[in-house]
């Protein structure tokens, strides 16, 4: 998918003693969101790598003890595979230790109800997706549940 920066060096997911440390992937649509969940797990020092395919998201989750996936219902088929991948019966995360949250449009009202019925554990609307995104990011990389549940906000 185009305009999804590259994941970074495997030397800043590895923790000091060279164990894969904790991360939360993401699907985003556009680079300006990329950079921005990116940039914005960098400052608050939760990692934040992307995956493309579920493909990508099976090998994220081999090498590395992923705990979250943030997805951009800007693009809808990534953003559902990926959710159903991980939620689906007999899925990539049986356990349901990866918390899902998607993001899109507030008009995506479909789009939401979607990725609520795929097993996201919470869809926020865009501005409240940015405006909690570093709160975000340090809950879902071990505080409590993410807050948003399945409708806009």
Same mark, same amino acid.
């Given at each position: 998918?185009?305009?999804?920066?590259?994941?970074?060096?495997?030397?800043?997911?590895?923790?000091?003693?060279?164990?894969? =440390? =904790?991360?939360?992937?993401?699907?985003?649509?556009?680079?300006?969101?990329?950079?921005?969940?990116?940039?914005?797990?960098?400052?608050?020092?939760?990692?934040?790598?992307?995956?493309?395919?579920?493909?990508?998201?099976?090998?994220?989750? =081999?090498?590395?003890?992923?705990?979250?996936?943030?997805?951009?219902? &800007?693009?809808?088929?990534?953003?559902?595979?990926?959710?159903?991948?991980?939620?689906?019966?007999?899925?990539?995360?049986?356990?349901?230790?990866?918390?899902?949250?998607? %993001?899109?449009?507030?008009?995506?009202?479909?789009?939401?109800?979607?990725?609520?019925?795929?097993?996201?554990?919470?869809?926020?609307?865009?501005?409240? %997706?940015?405006?909690?995104?570093?709160?975000?990011?340090? &809950?879902?990389?071990?505080?409590?549940?993410?807050?948003?549940?399945?409708?806009?906000?």
């Amino acid at each position: 998918m185009p305009g999804i920066a590259p994941p970074d060096s495997a030397s800043e997911t590895q923790s000091p003693t060279g164990e894969s =440390a =904790a991360m939360i992937v993401y699907s985003a649509a556009d680079l300006v969101w990329s950079t921005r969940i990116q940039g914005t797990g960098k400052q608050v020092g939760g990692p934040c790598r992307p995956v493309r395919s579920v493909e990508m998201l099976k090998a994220r989750l =081999a090498d590395s003890d992923v705990r979250a996936a943030i997805v951009d219902l &800007e693009n809808p088929t990534v953003a559902l595979e990926v959710i159903r991948a991980l939620r689906s019966e007999g899925g990539l995360d049986p356990d349901k230790k990866v918390r899902i949250v998607a %993001f899109g449009p507030h008009v995506a009202v479909e789009l939401f109800e979607q990725a609520a019925a795929a097993g996201a554990d919470a869809v926020l609307a865009r501005g409240a %997706f940015d405006r909690r995104l570093p709160q975000l990011i340090l &809950e879902l990389n071990g505080g409590p549940e993410p807050a948003g549940g399945a409708a806009p906000a």
